[in-house]
């Protein structure tokens, strides 16, 4: 992973084999968001909420990160990730939704702005799920 950061951006390069979440978790963010990324990703799990649960799709092969939206939230005392994604396949069609897991195939160029005297915090829902409670910090 190839980093360079100033006061309030980060500008991230992965590499092939890196685990998508795993490198990027090494940045320690709790307050931050992902405004864009392209590149390659291969052993994909999406995730789409039913309300109930998420459901999972794999794609194992490589495809082509096309967008990268999400953020940086503290989650039981420790750095979260939440992001979703739109990959472009093969034949030229899109899959998106929640990404829960990717390893880098090729590269993938990230751009992070950090987010000064903000506390971004998720807290768990009736739904199940982690909602996102920002505030003043």
Sequence with gaps: MF????????VVRLQTGEDFFAALGSLNLTAGV???????????????????????????GP??????????????????????????LED?????????RAIV???NEIYIRKLAGVIMERKPEPSGLFGLYPRKG
């Design 92 to 100: 030229g069609s899109t899959v998106g939704g929640h990404l829960s």
């Design 63 to 88: 495809a082509e990160l096309l967008s990268l939206q999400g953020n940086f939230s503290l989650r039981d005392g420790r750095s979260h990730i939440h992001c979703h994604v739109v990959l472009g």
């Design 3 to 10: 980093v360079v950061q100033t006061e309030s951006e980060i």
């Design 105 to 107: 195939h090729e590269t």
């Design 34 to 60: 992902i405004i864009g990324g392209i590149g390659m990703l291969k052993d994909v799990t999406l995730a789409f909420w039913t309300g109930k649960e998420y459901l999972e799709h794999k794609i194992a």
